[in-house]
Each structure stands twice: as C-alpha cells, then as structure tokens.
C-alpha cells in the first residue's frame, strides 16, 4: 500500500473515486511505460550494435507488447474516468431532485399549516357568533318569559 494511502484510510486524507481508480491506472501503466523506454532504449542499442535479427525481432516484438499494454491503460483510465464522471453527474443530478423536494415538502407543509390555523380562526369565529346567539336567544326569551309574567300580574 502507497504510505500516501494510510491517511486516507484513517480519514487524514480524501481521495475521490476518481483518483483513486486513476492512481492505480496510471500507477500500472507508469510501469510499464518505464518498462517500454528501457526497451526502446535496448531496442535502439541492439540495432546500433547490429546484434542479430533474432534478438532484434524478440526485443520488438516485446516494445510492441508494451506499446499495445500502454494503449489499454489509457483506455481504461479514459474508461474509469468517464463511468466515475456518469455516476458523479447521476449523484449530483439525485441530490438536486431531493433538495427540490425538500423545497416543495417545506413549502407544503408551511401552506397545510396557514390553512390549519386559518380553519381554527374560523371555526373560532362560528363558535363566538353562536356563543351571541345563544346569548341573545336567552335574553329574548328572559324578557318574553318576564313580559308574560308581567302580563299575568296585570290580569
């Protein structure tokens, strides 16, 4: 393991996905292309020294190897990069949908509990209108009840 690697994986460091998948990428095919100059570099000195055709042959068909093997890593690295980017944008594009909704549920909720508090005042204000009919029902039939008392007392 990279010493780089030990921070991360006690929280010290943070590595995204994609540099994490890249770094091994490039860190394999880093060797390889090392692997290739050496080659290239003995490929040049064995033709300059005009060895023979055979290990001449064998070293280009191995720099051919190692090209073909550089090729692939970028292509897996560009492939790496291009999914982690996908899957980011999908991430990023979940993550908005859910702070909309929040937004929405937010302003739901505000909107649910105005037309509570709207039904409660006037619910109150049925029930203090009522609360003076009765009130004035009462009255009314107090004096009914008093004017024919009064009328009983006169006959």
């Given at each position: 393991m990279p010493p780089h690697w030990i921070g991360y994986m006690h929280g010290k460091r943070s590595?995204?996905?994609?540099?994490?998948y890249t770094y091994i990428a490039s860190e394999a095919?880093?060797?390889?292309?090392?692997?290739?100059d050496l080659k290239c570099k003995h490929l040049r000195h064995v033709e300059w020294k005009r060895e023979r055709s055979e290990q001449i042959?064998?070293?280009r068909a191995?720099?051919?190897?190692?090209?073909s093997r550089i090729k692939v890593?970028?292509?897996?690295?560009?492939?790496?990069?291009?999914?982690?980017?996908?899957?980011?944008?999908?991430e990023l594009q979940h993550r908005q949908i859910t702070i909309n909704l929040e937004t929405e549920?937010?302003?739901?909720?505000?909107?649910?509990s105005k037309w509570v508090n709207a039904q409660?005042?006037?619910?109150?204000?049925?029930?203090n209108w009522l609360e003076k009919c009765v009130l004035m029902l009462q009255k009314t039939?107090?004096?009914?009840?008093?004017?024919r008392e009064g009328l009983r007392l006169l006959s």
């Open positions: 590595f995204t996905m994609k540099s994490r095919s880093e060797l390889v292309r090392k692997t290739y042959d064998r070293t191995v720099v051919k190897d190692l090209y890593a970028i292509h897996i690295i560009d492939s790496i990069s291009k999914r982690i980017e996908e899957i980011r944008d999908r549920l937010n302003s739901l909720s505000s909107s649910f409660k005042s006037y619910l109150q204000a049925i029930y039939s107090r004096r009914l009840a008093e004017g």
